[in-house]
């Protein structure tokens, strides 16, 4: 009798078995372990690379190889696949410097081809193109950006991001609706939980808490910062003029106190229309510090941070205790674009 093969279960589709499937059908041409759902694939590795850059991955090849044979078993996404084939294929070849092997060689040459003859790339549709708007959010397009301050040329997926850091107000309705506990901060410092003011005294998991809720989660540094300059790399989301107290809030150190303003107060906007990124509050990101355990990245300079590159730029980030509830950070929330 021959035995059907194994079907991986939705819900244990991983990594592993993914490219495990992609080696043994598509590179070695041998019958594969298991089957899987290649569609649910292609989604896993849309989620993924929304999450990591696409050119710290030097197995990024699995991807363009998926989408590259997919391409020719959907007609109706195989011109969108074969762009983004070539887009992930140039990736790879960049970040290996590996320009000989047969199997990504063969078939970037081909998809060049095809894209070329069909002129493809101006008619396919990309993901920004076929993107819904989303009240509050901007979608940030996929491709690369300076990151950092040795600007590093990095590749990011499309997201969606808000355009201001969640205010009291709006975490108010989170916690009417699912009797999370209140900041306790709010107690302690009625002034900070004035309608128009970011929310402070939240954790790194109360920020998660919120984003889930939401249907949304928390940005990588990366997606900040690309977020925050564009993709020619601003020292600040304004460009390079030296932050005022008109652009953003921080402590001007002339005197008067520093306060918490509200975010309306303030004219900073990154190019792609994103407000208060610099100022007002440190942001929680979905990046771990990789060597302090148990603390995440922060970005963006607080207000009781004086007006210097090594606090309000945009490639600079801090530390915080995932645990850390105090009055300078909070957060905003990013979404994953679904490609249909």
């Not at 020719?72 to 140039?90: I, S």
């Not at 520093?258 to 440190?282: C, D, I």
């Amino acid at each position: 009798m021959v035995r059907t093969q194994d079907r991986v279960p939705k819900e244990k589709l991983t990594r592993e078995k993914i490219c495990q499937f992609i080696w043994d059908r598509y590179i070695e041409n041998s019958r594969p372990k298991f089957e899987i759902d290649e569609e649910e694939a292609l989604k896993f590795f849309e989620e993924y690379y929304s999450k990591h850059p696409l050119n710290t991955d030097d197995e990024c090849f699995y991807y363009g190889v998926l989408l590259y044979e997919r391409a020719f078993a959907d007609d109706h996404n195989r011109a969108r696949y074969l762009v983004k084939a070539q887009e992930v294929f140039g990736v790879y070849r960049s970040v290996s410097g590996d320009t000989e092997w047969d199997a990504i060689e063969d078939r970037y040459a081909d998809v060049c081809d095809i894209i070329e003859s069909e002129k493809l790339l101006d008619s396919v549709k990309t993901a920004a193109d076929l993107a819904p708007e989303i009240e509050g959010m901007v979608l940030i397009p996929a491709g690369p950006f300076r990151f950092g301050s040795e600007l590093v040329e990095t590749v990011l997926e499309p997201f969606y991001i808000d355009i201001c850091p969640v205010t009291n107000e709006q975490y108010r309705v989170f916690l009417e609706e699912t009797n999370y506990r209140a900041p306790g901060i709010w107690r302690q410092r009625p002034e900070l939980t004035k309608d128009g003011l970011p929310v402070v005294g939240v954790s790194w998991m109360d920020a998660l808490q919120y984003c889930k809720w939401a249907g949304k989660s928390l940005p990588t540094v990366e997606q900040w910062e690309k977020a925050a300059r564009g993709s020619t790399g601003w020292t600040y989301p304004w460009g390079e003029e030296t932050p005022t107290p008109e652009l953003a809030n921080f402590n001007q150190f002339d005197g008067s106190e520093p306060k918490l303003r509200p975010l309306k107060e303030f004219s900073g906007t990154s190019p792609y229309g994103l407000k208060n990124m610099a100022g007002s509050v440190w942001e929680w990101t979905n990046t771990a510090h990789p060597e302090l355990e148990g603390t995440q990245w922060v970005k963006g300079g607080s207000w009781i941070d004086p007006p210097h590159p090594e606090f309000l730029s945009t490639y600079i980030a801090n530390w915080a205790s995932k645990k850390e509830k105090n009055d300078v950070i909070g957060f905003r929330c990013t979404k994953r674009l679904e490609v249909k």
